[in-house]
């Protein structure tokens, strides 16, 4: 099966010219960080600076969890076999094509895309 995706840089190119980077995690929270025992070295997350455990267990959960749903979701995308650049886009997981941000209920773009009997 293959499907096109929208390169910033090239356009549309075919998707084996690109390596898969994941969805789109948000950013990276703090770690909980042993030696220091209370203080988060980003600091932007208050609970976790006081909660080691939950610090530990926040990382675990941004690092290792995949919603893998059937819907929508932003991924990361690198243009190995042409710019090189890495970019996010939408994409929908079970159309394989490339959804508005936000998701996609909005729409109707895939009116064309499936027989349902
Ligand atoms: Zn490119």
Known sequence: MTF????????????????????????????????SGSQAAGGSDPAAGSDPAAAAEAHFRWAQFRMNRPEPQEEWWHHGAGCGVWFSTWRDPATNREAPPGGAEAGGHEASGRDSS
């Open 4 to 35: 096109r995706l929208t390169c910033p840089v090239c356009g549309k190119r075919d998707v084996y010219e690109f390596t898969y980077g994941g969805p789109e995690r948000g950013p990276r929270p703090a770690e909980a960080d042993p030696a």
